[in-house]
């Protein structure tokens, strides 16, 4: 059965393989048929465009004729006049700051959004430090009575909002 099968099925597949070949030959006839009939039609009431030639010179004599001739420049003297006058007026060179003209280095916009936060953590810093010299002079040495009274004078206050 399963022999029968295949070889029913090689059969139709042959079968449409032919159809299709006879298909596209019936379509490859009417193409070159209407291209023949739409060519004789075309070529009477169409003609070519004439080759322009701008950086190209032509060596054959009938195609000179079609060569476009080189372009003139045009006077700009009244457009730079305009120019050199604006440019005449007196250019301050101290308000310039040279220091904007300068490039940027590669990590300023990295500083410039940590910026902020450094603020933050070096006054946070600072305050340990601090305390931590503070808690040492009050456990460690309380007869040094003179660096206690400079330590309470130089401590930062503390506020909320840091």
Known sequence: MVIMDSAESVGSLEEQALKRKERLKNLKRKRTNSDN?????????????????????????????????????????????????????????????????APRKPDWDLKRDVAKKLERLERKTQRAIAELIWDRLKHGNEDNLSAMITMTANRPTITDDD
Request: without cysteine; glycine residues 2%.
């Open 37 to 101: 009939t739409s060519n004789n039609t075309t070529n009477e009431t169409m003609t070519l465009p004439k080759p322009k030639f701008r950086s190209y010179k032509p060596q054959d004599e009938a195609l000179q004729e079609s060569k476009l001739s080189d372009a003139e420049p045009t006077v700009i003297e009244e457009e730079v006049k305009d120019l050199l006058e604006a440019g005449k007026e007196k250019v301050v060179l101290q308000d310039l700051d040279i220091t904007s003209l």
